[in-house]
């Protein structure tokens, strides 16, 4: 095996490559013979039509060593590897890819693999009674993946300028000197960007709504339409200054639909932004409605009984900053959305699920459209190249393996301009995801009880699948996962499920009662998500609430009746101790650090028998995890508000919290319902912490938006002003007293 390794090394770095597949060639060759999205003679965008090249320069060039590469890949063989301190993977001594780290060879390929997919699952039907069988997750080993010389010339970066081309400006990327201090939407890493519905650049706010109307009114026929739930995405933008409103504008945010082929009504709603180096992101997704989709492919059937996969696309609108936006660009990729970071080099990784029709209704391998994803900016919309999906080692049993994670890198480092980097279409559902600033990690509960987690290394817009492993139960969310120190740690609940019945129990009826058992664990893990250390078995009959990381420390919330705060000792990776448990009642939904020694928690009040009655916020002193204690309660309940009901939208989406440490200041929006009146009337109170207790410093009651029938979801800082925004109306406090500065309304 070492001496084909060489010779099929020399064979790839000494051949000459052919004038007629030159970088420049191959990639005019790919413009005629690619698939279309919608429209034919349209050239693949940037990142595409490169790894389309590079590919095919080496396999076009090389046709005699193609049986040597799938022999070699067939091997499984792998290279001795380690890790450095920073995580990195070092590869030592000669490699051989690992068989699900090759992007398919060709269409065909990954044609087949469905087509034995769908085999599996059919023989599978035969021996089940009911439901057909997911697919399983990424299955990954550690790569480090060598590109040759060649492939490296046919790597074009391709930098999209409209703003320039169209006469739009940029603003300048640094800030004026007299722009104020301004509140930002919480990361969980430090330097890794999340979206929101609003953000704010210290003389603007814009946030992010979506219009949804029985009827609109149509210019073209001067008559009003049934939009059947037609949703507008819409940007409401204010300008501020000293608390005041100055200006105000609602922004169309429907992208150009032209590349795609959606005959009749279609939705766009928007999701989340950012504001990034002199742009706002807009991040977005289109789907057709009005049409019957199929729940067991995903598809519909037009009126002459021709099946057609959903139409639904990811997008990032990519607009400039100031009172008056203007569009640049946009960038389309296949799936719906599913999350989106930008790292600290400044790009942004776009994560969508992407799944079409049933495997029969493909009908031939030439229908590439109807089972690879697409992605493209505007009209320049086509398939991903086959070396950019990544195939697993073995068909999963499914009827459907038309099912991608969809993962683009797209360069925001440059002010006001946008680089598609890299694509890739990985087989296999995202789940849950997890930043750091050099991986992302996803994890999907794949059934029976364990979830499967995958590390996707993210290097300037380039996306590496790394390694993949299991643990024991399911994750709760983004916060149950960290990376530190070279290892990644995960925070999950296990349920396992007793089934005592049995046919002579059933004629006997001699049967036990059948249980759930339910504890939780934290595993710990290395960079080739191997399992090095665990705990198990604590908060046994609970379920994990909420988890945060600190360095070489975990606290996980576990909830019943009562809210034990579990203090973890990570300090050894292979034997993970709890130091303390903590019980209050109630549970917090939501933790993050307030200062050094100090664990604010939000969440859920509840009396001793675990009946909830409201919403809470409490401190804990965690400075000696051997001593957890608590420093601060404050409980919004039936008893302290005279409501029946208390409620917070933010016991669900954290980010509908203000916590600002630097201000001393915690924001908190709340529902309370009256059952005399029936009515809910809703709030955004804000507190100080001081002194061992929470101080209310005043709140503002008048959030509710009666035409969106929306109340209050967020609210920032801008200086010495607060800004509270309810849907089309924001109000400005003075930060100090809560008193009502200025409001406005957007028409």
Known sequence: MRENDEKLREMLTSEEVPEQLSPENIKVMLDEKAPKKKRSGISIAGRIAAGAAACAVVAGSYAGTAHLMKAHKDSGSSSVSTIDGNGKTKVSGKRVEAPYM???????????????????????????????????????????????????????????????????????????????????????????????????????????????????????????????????????????????????????????????????????????????????????????????????????????????????????????????????????????????????????????????????????????????????????????????????????????????????????????????????????????????????????????????????????????????????????????????????RIATTINKYHDNSSVIGDIFGTNEPSYTERCNAVTVLDMDMNTVGKIKDFGADEQIKSVNFSGDMAYVVTFRQTDPLFAIDLSDPTEPTILDEYKINGFSTYMQKWDDGLLLGFGVDADENGLQNGVKLVMFDNSDPNDLREVGFCSLNRFTTDSAYVNSVATYERKALLIAPEKNLIGVPVQLYDEYTYESKYKYMFYSYEDGEFVLRGEVTDVFDTERNTSADRALYIGDYVYVLAGEKFISADIENIGIVDSVTFE
């Open 102 to 488: 090759n992007g398919a060879e060709s269409y065909e390929e990954v044609y087949e693999l469905m087509e034995t997919s769908a085999k599996k699952w059919e023989k599978q039907q035969k021996r089940m009674e009911q439901g057909n069988v997911t697919g399983g997750f990424f299955n990954f080993t550690n790569k480090d993946k060598e590109v040759s010389a060649v492939a490296d010339a046919a790597m074009p970066e391709t930098v999209y300028e409209e703003a320039e081309e169209s006469g739009t400006s940029a603003v300048p990327a640094t800030e004026a000197p007299d722009t104020p201090d301004y509140s930002e939407t919480y990361d969980q890493e430090e330097g890794v960007r999340e979206a929101d519905i609003v953000k704010t650049d210290g003389k603007n706010i814009y946030y992010l709504w979506n219009d949804r109307v029985d009827y609109y009114y149509d210019e073209e026929t001067d008559a009003y339409v049934n939009s059947f739930d037609h949703n507008f995405p819409k940007m409401d933008i204010a300008t501020v200054k000293d608390g005041e409103f100055t200006d105000s504008k609602v922004l169309d945010l429907t992208p150009d639909l032209s590349a795609f082929d959606i005959e009749g009504r279609f939705n766009v709603t928007v999701s989340d932004m950012y504001v990034y180096n002199d742009m706002i992101e807009v991040i977005g997704s289109v789907d057709e409605s009005g049409k019957t989709y199929y729940s067991n492919g995903g598809y519909y059937i037009d009126d002459e009984g021709v099946y057609h996969p959903p139409v639904s696309s990811t997008f990032v609108s990519f607009y400039t900053t100031g009172d008056e936006p203007e569009l640049i660009g946009t960038y389309f990729q296949d799936g719906f959305y599913n999350d989106v970071r930008i790292a600290p080099d400044g790009c942004m990784y776009l994560i969508s699920t992407y799944n079409t029709v049933d495997f029969n209704s493909v009908e031939d391998k030439k229908n590439v459209e109807r089972y690879i994803p697409c992605c493209g900016t505007d009209d320049t919309i086509q398939c991903i190249p086959p070396e950019d999906v990544l195939l697993p080692t073995e068909a999963p049993t499914a009827k459907t393996l038309l099912s991608y994670t969809v993962i683009s890198g797209i360069d925001l480092s440059e002010a006001g301009t946008f680089n598609v980097v890299d694509n890739k279409a990985l087989a296999g559902f995202t789940g849950t995801v997890y930043s750091s600033a050099d991986n992302i990690y996803a994890a999907v509960n794949k059934g029976g009880g364990d979830s499967d987690i995958t590390r996707i290394a993210v290097d300037g817009g380039t996306i590496e699948p790394m390694a993949s492993g299991t643990v024991e139960g399911y994750v709760l969310n983004q916060f149950s996962m960290s990376e530190y120190d070279g290892h990644f």
